[in-house]
């Protein structure tokens, strides 16, 4: 089973900036669309960005244009760069494999 691990959380400041990593396990990732999706308590999580295998892009509304998903296929790893953050930002940040196979979450804090 491919594993995922997530990696770049933290706190940041309304306006800033965060890239967020998720590395995964084995070289079926080349194969897989990738997604982040993010939740928040009492919210339902939410689909926020995807990449598929050939690197065509999916950005929810609410992130468009503030953040960018990216692939290396050579690394196995998928990235979010998320630019200009606002507190409704907040949230755990999960990396997915295929719909299917997910990562432990890392948390994203936006505060001043």
């Known amino acids: 089973q491919i594993q995922l691990l997530e990696s770049g959380g933290g706190s940041v400041k309304p306006g800033g900036s965060l890239r967020l990593t998720c590395v995964a396990s084995?070289?079926?990732?080349?194969?897989?669309?990738m997604y982040w999706f993010r939740q928040t308590p009492g919210k339902e999580r939410e689909r926020i960005a995807s990449?598929?295998?050939?690197?065509?892009?999916w950005y929810a509304e609410a992130v468009k244009g503030r953040f960018a998903i990216s692939r290396d296929d050579a690394k196995n790893t998928v990235y979010l760069q998320m630019t200009n953050v606002k507190t409704e930002d907040t949230a755990v940040y999960y990396c997915?494999?295929?719909?299917?196979?997910w990562g432990q979450g890392t948390q994203v804090t936006v505060s001043s």
């Open positions: 997915n494999a295929a719909m299917n196979i």
């Open positions: 084995d070289d079926s990732f080349k194969v897989y669309q």
């Open positions: 990449i598929s295998s050939g690197r065509r892009t």
